[in-house]
């Protein structure tokens, strides 16, 4: 399951997506909006994404992922639009025979994603200013790099 949602995410639905049997271990992942970023306080995120394009480099890397450890399964899905704090903004569940493998994969999954999926975040702070936030590797879109009123 890889999957972009304006909506809240489904936790249940993305661990019963890699849940089998024959998984000794379950890992389960959870992003969330802080409430502090840069020394200001935050009242929410927006995600933006180009669906297609991260949906492809996402494939590429949960089958990265499933060739470099022992995976019986594995989920990854990451909201859009605007998420509040202490929301979900991404959940990313693997199943494994054995904890080492899922917890590696897991791991290396949510930093992969933050460096490589085009996936933009806009912080909006409390003062009524806001700023788009760019992971490392990850290109801000064109004239909204710099901090901006909302």
Not at 12 to 41: D, Y
Not at 59 to 77: F, H, I, P, Y
Not at 84 to 96: D, N, P, Q, R, T
Request: proline share 3%; aromatic share 8%.
């Amino acid at each position: 399951m890889i999957a972009f949602s304006q909506q809240p995410i489904d936790v249940q639905a993305v661990l019963e997506a890699v849940r089998t049997t024959q998984a000794g271990a379950l890992v389960l992942f959870l992003g969330t909006v802080r409430s502090r970023s840069q020394g200001k306080v935050v009242v929410g995120l927006e995600y933006e994404c180009y669906p297609e394009m991260a949906h492809q480099v996402l494939s590429q890397l949960v089958e990265q992922a499933k060739a470099r450890w022992n995976l019986l399964g594995c989920a990854v899905v990451h909201r859009t639009g605007r998420v509040l704090v202490g929301e979900v903004s991404v959940a990313i569940a693997c199943s494994a025979p054995h904890r080492a493998d899922a917890f590696a994969a897991a791991q290396w999954l949510i930093d992969q994603l933050k460096h490589h999926v085009p996936i933009w975040k806009k912080e909006y702070y409390t003062d009524g200013t806001s700023q788009w936030v760019s992971a490392a590797g990850s290109a801000v879109p064109g004239s909204l790099a710099s901090g901006e009123s909302a």
